[in-house]
């Protein structure tokens, strides 16, 4: 631990600039399409920014430069299945919530099937956006432990608070304005640690050449094609897995996740939500690049240390990096963390208050008493999440992989009813509600018994929900005949 008065003081200021920014971007809400969606009136290049700040958390920082370090660039196949994933949203998904006016993503799914869809649907998003960003809480609360020597539930607490803060004033549109400039803090702290890395090493770029040709850090593709069926699925980098986990994982996480859903809807209109979504995609493969390269980059300063992976890039920030510069790095880290979870604690809300309060408890209550409570849910997923968090203190999982898990025993089954809903025409409530509890439990089994890694989740749990629902649909519609 440095414990440079300079570190301090930058980051105690850039948390208490972030709340304040946070606060008047956002402005006076007068109702709940004001406090979650932002009156409908932030340009796409905003929410496209603010979406790749929200996927991209203390995860990226953390754990994708530890991947990297570990292993190579295999990671990058992933993320060309990002971008095909974004462009079928934005194509298929979108246009049908522009028709609906939708003000959450299962909105769509009580329109198309009815208010029990639509119910469950938002329970199973609940359940695995805190678990998800109850791990990415986690995971910023490690770098803080080291520079400041606290323990982990402090550390969560300091970081939750600070992004409690904006999201309980400022709402969905200070949300998004202050994603925007975290999103160039994090992206510029890397570019900077990157920058300070070459220099110290011996002959710079020639040393993290040298080392990564003897290592192959620096291979992306991989067929996966080399042995048996069984390996092939156990490799979750390999071309095939990495484009097919990326379409299916991104399709999900950006067309049925309320917390991207909610800023595309919080776009003008629909072309505008689609250059967002589509925009975030080529983004995100460059971002990922740059933190796989910092991985390779830290390999040829450190060699292959004893530690975790997760653990290596807060290490060098801590341990090498110039009093001032350590600040402003975990000011970045911070940011990645914050934009995350501010964003989580409002799609946790809002579904919470638009998807089962208001339609059970408040059809007739005025907007000024729905925007006291919407603010309420904010405290509560608050106080929830950092409960998740500690949770997973003790997890012997790559951080990384833990989260994507735990998205991937629901995520197949959400997204594979939303499926059943733009391709089945016939498909009714029971088929969809008989599909998706299918796809749960069959990805509950496969996660369970470990017969695949992690890029095939998704897809395994929208074919579940996919075959069960449209056999289910077909009997029915024969029994008419």
Known sequence: MKGNPADYIIIAAYLIGVAAFGIWTGGKQKSVKDYFLGSKTVPWWAVCFSIVAAETSTLTFISIPGLAYLTNLNFLQVTFGYLLGRIIVAVFFLPAYAKGELKTAYSFLENRFGGKTRTFASIIFLFTRTAA???????????????????????????????????????????IWVDVVQMFVYLGGAVVAGIYLLNILPEGWTTVLTSAAENKKFEIFNTGLSGGLSEFFSQPYTLIGGLIGGVFLSMASHGTDQLIVQRLLATPDLKSSQKAIIGSGIIVIIQFAVFLLLGVMLYSYYGLLDIRSDEIFPKFIIEVLPPGVTGLIIAGLFAAAMSTLAGSMSALSSSAMIDIYIPFFGKDISEEKQLRISRLFTLIWAVLLICSALLFMESPSTVVELALSIASFTYGGLLGTFLLGLLNKNAKQEDALAGFTAGIFIMISVISLNLVVWTWYTLIGVAATLLVGSLLSALSQKEKI
Do not use: Q
């Not at 939750?160 to 999201?167: D, G, N, P, R």
């Open 133 to 175: 960003d109850g791990v990415r809480l986690f995971a910023t609360a490690i770098p803080l432990k080291l520079m400041l020597g606290i323990d982990y539930p402090l550390a969560i607490l300091i970081i939750a608070v600070v992004s409690l803060i904006y999201t309980y004033t400022g709402g969905l549109k200070g949300i």
